[in-house]
Structures are given as structure tokens and as C-alpha cells.
Antibody
Framework: QVQLKESGPGLVQPSQTLSLTCTVSGFSLTSNSVHWVRQPPGKGLEWVGAIWSGGSTDYNSALKSRLSISRDTSKSQVFLKMNSLQTEDTAIYFC??????????WGQGVMVTVSS | DIVMTQSPSSLAVSAGDKVTMSCKSSQSLLSSEYQGNYLSWFQQKPGQSPKLLISLASTRETGVPDRFIGSGSGTDFTLTISSVQAEDLAVYYCEQYYSYPTFGAGTKLELK
């Protein structure tokens, strides 16, 4: 069965770099894309970026200068790195396996708090 | 970016009510290539990840009760719950994937 699980530090200091891992099972990273979506506490959903099945990436234009998404297909893992973190980056970060029209699975999310 | 506007922001309902919520996009989501509208509806309950209810504007996901009905095309879309149940109290989001995904701000279904 398809599963995605996010992991990473719960607390990051301002101006530091966030590193998150999404470990997937039940599907191949070379067949389906993986997206990152975040949700500030009590607020709505914001698409962060994606790594496509072919390995190319796309990023939210508002975050692009601070963001990098990569993967290790042998470990079925996708990585998110975001630098220069600010308090407004405090959010639940979800990873999501997606393909148009037939594949849409979400992880449980990981809460990231940016605070000194 | 395509802007998604949902209304109303909240709805107070009683069990058995018929509920309609709106989602409007700043440009058409109709793909001529795939003959469909690139719009999804999600349900999110507190402490949970979003659950996909409907994709391609009107295709209900497996296991989603048939009281959830998605309709619309182009820039105007609607999610209807034909007879609200207590377990439907949640926040509902629309999402477009015609271009890089963007979400509406959500409609919160609350108990009257």
C-alpha cells in the first residue's frame, strides 16, 4: 500500500536551513512525482515545490531562491532543503505523491517551528 | 499564478442540510489536451492531512460517499453535499493543477 512519511527537526532557528525527508513506499519515485505542501498553523495550504518522475524540479516562485528538492531513488526518499528560514516558515510540511487524475497520496505531515 | 477564490469562508449547517460551496479560478482550468478541468476538492479535518474527494472537477474518488458532488467548468466550480452528515464537518479546499498548484483559502463547515 502507498505510504509517505515526513521526518525532520521540529524546531529550527531563524536564518538557519531546514532539511526534511519524505520516505515513500508502495510506489516508485521514477513513476510518480512527489510534491511538498505546507500549512501554517490555522491557515490554508501552500504548494512548495515538486520533483517529477524524470527527476526535474519545480518550485513555488515565492520560495524558489531559498529552496532545493532532490531525491535518492535507491532509498525511495525525497529531500527538501530551505535556507534563511523565518518565523513565517513555521508550518506543517506535507509530502504528497501525485500524478494527474489517478494518484494522490499524502503523508501525515511534520510540524516545523522557526524560533530562537 | 492562478488565484483560487472560495466562498463562503464558513457555513453553519444542520445534519441533513444540502450544502453548496463555490470555487472560482482566475483563469480557465479546462484542458483541451485532456478534455477535463484540472480541479480537485479536498476535505481536511483537524490534525489530519487533506483527503482527496474529487478530481478533474467531478470524478469522485473511490470510497467517497455519493452525497459529495463536484460540478462546474472553466473558471467556476461547485462542491455540493446533498445531505450533510456529522462526519462532514471539516474544512474544504479546492486546488487547481492547470499550472503549478494553488489552493483556495477553504470553506469551513460548522455545526449550526
Amino acid at each position: 500500500q502507498v505510504q509517505l512519511k515526513e521526518s525532520g527537526p521540529g524546531l529550527v532557528q531563524p536564518s538557519q536551513t531546514l532539511s526534511l525527508t519524505c520516505t515513500v513506499s508502495g510506489f516508485s519515485l521514477t513513476s510518480n512525482s512527489v510534491h511538498w505542501v505546507r500549512q501554517p498553523p490555522g491557515k490554508g495550504l501552500e504548494w512548495v515545490g515538486a520533483i517529477w518522475s524524470g527527476g526535474s524540479t519545480d518550485y513555488n516562485s515565492a520560495l524558489k531562491s531559498r529552496l532545493s528538492i532532490s531525491r535518492d531513488t535507491s532509498k525511495s526518499q525525497v529531500f527538501l532543503k530551505m535556507n534563511s528560514l523565518q518565523t513565517e516558515d513555521t508550518a506543517i510540511y506535507f509530502c504528497r505523491g501525485w500524478e494527474l487524475g489517478y494518484f494522490d497520496y499524502w503523508g501525515q505531515g511534520v510540524m516545523v517551528t522557526v524560533s530562537s | 499564478d492562478i488565484v483560487m477564490t472560495q466562498s463562503p469562508s464558513s457555513l453553519a449547517v444542520s445534519a441533513g442540510d444540502k450544502v453548496t460551496m463555490s470555487c472560482k479560478s482566475s483563469q480557465s482550468l479546462l484542458s483541451s489536451e485532456y478534455q477535463g478541468n484540472y480541479l480537485s476538492w479536498f476535505q481536511q479535518k483537524p490534525g489530519q492531512s487533506p483527503k482527496l474527494l474529487i478530481s478533474l472537477a467531478s470524478t469522485r474518488e473511490t470510497g467517497v460517499p455519493d452525497r459529495f458532488i463536484g460540478s462546474g467548468s472553466g473558471t467556476d466550480f461547485t462542491l455540493t453535499i446533498s445531505s450533510v452528515q456529522a462526519e462532514d464537518l471539516a474544512v474544504y479546499y479546492c486546488e487547481q493543477y492547470y499550472s503549478y498548484p494553488t489552493f483556495g483559502a477553504g470553506t469551513k463547515l460548522e455545526l449550526k
